[in-house]
């Protein structure tokens, strides 16, 4: 079972970028899944999820400049980032929520986001 980010790079202030997390050794349509971030000092944070129903939720943050979705049939979760900010820099992880679970059973292994100025 792995979880496959992609899509970091280095982006300038107001720029997009879309992050993927291709999923594979197992289906992952009933799991909620969710991206996290984790910047230099700080702990992990949940940025946003999506449910296998496709319920969103997003840290305030982010709300308004990302998106998260999925496609049940590729396996995979995208995390679209719009009007990026210098305080979006940080690794970014996804992972899945298996059903009936109450903690992320699965991680990603993370890529890297850096905005500059």
């Known amino acids: 079972v792995q979880l496959q980010a992609s899509g970091g790079g280095l982006v300038q202030a107001g720029g997009s970028l879309r992050l993927s997390c291709a999923a594979s050794g197992r289906s992952f349509s009933s799991d909620t899944m969710g991206w996290f971030r984790q910047a230099p000092g700080k702990e992990r944070a949940l940025v946003a999820r999506i449910s296998s129903s496709g319920s969103t939720y997003y840290a305030d943050s982010v709300k308004g400049r990302f998106t998260i979705s999925r496609d049940n049939a590729k396996n995979t979760v995208y995390l679209q980032m719009n009007s990026l900010k210098l305080e979006d820099t940080a690794v970014y992880y996804c992972?899945?929520?298996?059903?009936?679970?109450?903690?992320?059973?699965?991680w990603g292994q993370g890529t890297q986001v850096t905005v500059s100025s």
């Open positions: 992972a899945a929520m298996t059903l009936f679970s109450t903690q992320y059973d699965y």
